[in-house]
Nanobody
Framework: QVELVESGGGLVQAGESLRLSCAAS????????MGWFRQRPGKEREFVAA????????YYADSVKGRFTISRDVAKNTVYLQMNSLKPDDAAAYYC??????????????????WGQGTQVTVSS
């Protein structure tokens, strides 16, 4: 059974940083692409960042490029999302997900088959 558990969300002020963690079990983070998605109030869930199964490539939404960094620790079977220079518009529920084996659709949420329960990020102005 695959389980993804996010943590690290919270309330911060604009300009501050947070690091989200996604601890995986039942499947290694190096076996398939890992992604972060978010759902802002009243909006559809959207792609934020992804890292390929090899760890050699990373993808980011334009809105977070240069501010957010996705990384992973294979030994800990954990994926991270470092979020710097947070803006009120970044406030959302953030979800970790893992894709199907071999999927190359890194930014397409329909390619992700395992999802965490989400962690809330609130950014005050």
């Amino acid at each position: 059974q695959v389980e993804l558990v996010e943590s690290g969300g919270g309330l911060v002020q604009a300009g501050e940083s947070l690091r989200l963690s996604c601890a995986a079990s039942g499947r290694t983070v190096s076996s398939a692409a890992m992604g972060w998605f978010r759902q802002r109030p009243g909006k559809e869930r959207e792609f934020v960042a992804a890292i390929t199964w090899s760890g050699s490539s990373r993808y980011y939404a334009d809105s977070v490029k240069g501010r957010f960094t996705i990384s992973r620790d294979v030994a800990k079977n954990t994926v991270y999302l470092q979020m710097n220079s947070l803006k009120p518009d970044d406030a959302a529920a953030y979800y970790c997900a893992q894709s199907a084996y071999g999927s190359l659709r890194f930014t397409d949420q329909t390619a992700y088959i395992y999802w965490g329960q989400g962690t809330q990020v609130t950014v005050s102005s």
